[in-house]
């Protein structure tokens, strides 16, 4: 990740970007951090694809999201993937249970009704909350065990 931030960090007329290496647990790090470069009176997404799989714990998970949400401007948005628990993939649980046992960090699987929770307060956009095979998918794909949404504050 950070060779591929060192590349974008050039910068432009149009616009900056950064790069952060950070814990998600420390809001209030990277929200200073981020204000740097970001107008926070302004719109912003805020992408947590593939991210909070890596705090155990549901309720700090979703303090987390939320404390980030609040700190943006309504217009806002939420992009958050998240590896689900499923019951037609019992292979995709097997593996995460391997995974947990052999590697690090560990990964947190959610029911999609749970990935959904993190976009409580917010407008959800249609597809909604769906497995990311299926967001805006010209076609029919086959599900996979990685749920995503988006949703505007």
């Known amino acids: 990740m950070l060779v591929h931030a060192q590349a974008l960090l050039v910068g432009t007329p149009e616009g900056r970007t ?3 290496d950070a814990d998600l647990r420390d809001v209030d790090g990277i929200l200073a951090a981020a204000a740097k ?3 926070f009176s302004q719109p912003v997404a805020l992408m947590l694809l593939g991210v909070v799989i890596f705090i155990e714990d549901d309720e700090e998970s979703y303090a987390i ?7 943006l401007a309504p217009g806002s948005h939420l992009v958050l993937s998240h590896t689900v628990t499923h019951p ?3 292979d995709v649980d097997e ?4 995974w947990n046992e052999h ?3 560990k990964l947190t699987q959610r029911t999609p009704a749970a990935v959904a929770r993190y976009f409580e307060g917010l407008e959800l956009l249609e597809p909604g909350v ?12 086959p599900d996979v065990a ?8």
């Open 103 to 105: 590697g690090t960090p």
């Open 18 to 20: 950064d790069y952060l």
């Open 95 to 98: 593996a995460v249970e391997f």
């Open 88 to 90: 037609d993939m019992p």
């Open 146 to 153: 990685m749920y995503a949404g988006v949703g505007r504050k």
């Open 65 to 71: 999201v939320r404390r980030l949400m609040d700190a």
């Open 130 to 141: 769906v497995s990311c095979s299926a967001w805006r998918a010209g076609t029919p794909a």
């Open 37 to 39: 470069t970001l107008d």
